[in-house]
């Protein structure tokens, strides 16, 4: 499968939104409190 890149476009947010806190929550686990990091 090919692989690319493009800039991003405004209809994109959501899903980079989703990635940012997805890797977020996942860096900070056991160093943050749950409770802190479902916000």
């Known amino acids: 499968m090919p692989t690319g890149a493009r800039l991003a476009r405004t209809s994109d947010v959501d899903d980079i939104a989703a990635v940012q806190v997805r890797a977020w929550r ?5 160093l943050i409190p749950e409770a802190v990091l479902a916000e």
């Open 26 to 30: 996942q860096s900070y686990a056991g």
